[in-house]
């Protein structure tokens, strides 16, 4: 399995931005093919997909309430995926998550990623 560290989170304003990170060890993206996804949990509420990408980084999907604000990236070479979230709401407050998979094609289930980080807390103030 690989080990995922997620950054970034923080307290900002509705309006603003924030760039979350989750660095990988254990397994290097170039060699092993992953696909990866963000999730997120709010007080009381169940996860929920995020965004994910593929191994190559050309392929991405979002769940409807971030499109158009966030965007998803990696970098294979630095071992890293980013999620930047641009105009955040008080209603993107939560833990959020990076997972991983083995193969290239995301998913956007949780149950189809075997690792998880330890979650990054992201608040959102109106």
């Known amino acids: 399995q690989v080990q995922l560290v997620e950054s970034g989170g923080g307290l900002v304003q509705a309006g603003d931005s924030l760039r979350l990170s989750c660095a990988a060890s254990?397994?290097?993206?170039?060699?092993?093919?992953?696909?990866l996804a963000w999730f997120r949990q709010a007080p009381g509420e169940e996860r929920e997909f995020v965004a994910a990408?593929?191994?190559?980084?050309?392929?991405?999907d979002y769940t409807d309430a971030v499109k158009g604000r966030f965007t998803i990236s990696r970098d294979n070479a630095k071992n890293t995926m980013y999620l930047q979230m641009n105009n955040l709401k008080p209603e993107d407050t939560a833990v959020y998550y990076c997972?991983?998979?083995?193969?290239?094609?995301?998913?956007?289930?949780?149950?189809?990623?075997?690792?998880w980080g330890q979650g990054t807390q992201v608040t959102v103030s109106s």
């Open positions: 254990g397994r290097t993206f170039r060699r092993y093919v992953m696909a």
């Open positions: 990408i593929n191994w190559s980084g050309d392929n991405t």
């Open positions: 997972a991983a998979r083995d193969g290239s094609r995301p998913k956007l289930n949780g149950n189809d990623y075997d690792s």
